[in-house]
């Protein structure tokens, strides 16, 4: 596709369930990003993806936390036992290789999000 | 850690002035720094980046300076429309042990015809 793209764009889930975001980044880019943006709060990092490398999963705020990413494209982000602080936009976003250097490179592209209220 | 602080409160400017946002950081000497405008309902869209080495970007009626002395960033928009309205984010490039960008909490700007 010509962006990013994230479904669903609106997800509502009564607390304790499972929920499952994906992001499918622009073709091309090797680097993945999850962020999360909450109610008048600026943009938190959540965890990087390089290609097929391992993740830093330091970033994630807690064990209910983590993300896939397969065949270095697709991610999904999967919260469980979702709670209500957990009500965000979750927002994904792609680049080109940032670990070769230019710093151009390190301009990154965003989805529209995915919003999550749990209920 | 790495700190970035831009003035949240709205910035309410007349149709046709010059609107400037300043951003500030703090523990850091980033080697860049971008800008980034965010309309509602949407994702951050890049606008600007300016390298630790340029005093002055330009883009249209963007303008972007970066004083590192003073650990400060400021955004113009030069005769400003209403289709300006928007959130406007400053970003610094990982670092400190961090692989994603930090952002400021924005500036929302309003453009009042």
């Known amino acids: 596709g010509a962006g990013v793209s994230q479904s669903p764009s609106n997800k509502v889930t009564e607390k304790g369930k499972d929920v499952e975001l994906r992001c499918d980044p622009i073709s091309g880019h090797t680097a993945l990003y999850w962020y999360r943006q909450s109610l008048g709060q600026g943009l938190e990092f959540l965890i990087y993806f390089q290609g097929n490398s391992a993740p830093d999963k330091s970033g994630l705020p807690s064990d209910r936390f983590s993300a896939e990413r397969t065949g270095g494209s697709v991610s999904t982000l999967t919260i469980q036992r979702t709670q209500q602080e957990d009500s965000a936009v979750y927002l994904c976003?792609?680049?080109?290789?940032?670990?070769?250097?230019?710093?151009?490179?390190?301009?990154?592209?965003f989805g529209a999000g995915t919003r999550l209220s749990v209920l | 850690s790495q700190k970035i602080e831009q003035n949240s409160e709205a910035l309410n400017i007349q149709e046709g002035k010059t609107a400037t946002l300043t951003c500030n950081y703090t523990?850091?000497?980033?080697?860049?720094l971008q800008w980034y405008r965010q309309d509602p309902g949407r994702g951050p869209v890049f606008l600007l980046l300016i390298r630790e080495n340029e005093k002055e970007k330009r883009k249209e009626r963007l303008k972007v300076t970066f004083d590192t002395t003073l650990k400060q960033s400021l955004f113009h928009i030069t005769a400003s429309q209403p289709a300006d309205s928007a959130t406007y984010l400053c970003?610094?490039?990982?670092?400190?042990?961090?692989?994603?960008?930090?952002f400021g909490k924005g500036t929302h700007l309003i453009i009042q015809p």
């Open positions: 976003a792609s680049s080109l290789d940032r670990l070769a250097g230019a710093i151009a490179k390190n301009i990154q592209y």
């Open positions: 970003a610094l490039p990982p670092g400190g042990g961090a692989d994603g960008l930090t």
């Open positions: 523990n850091y000497s980033p080697a860049y």
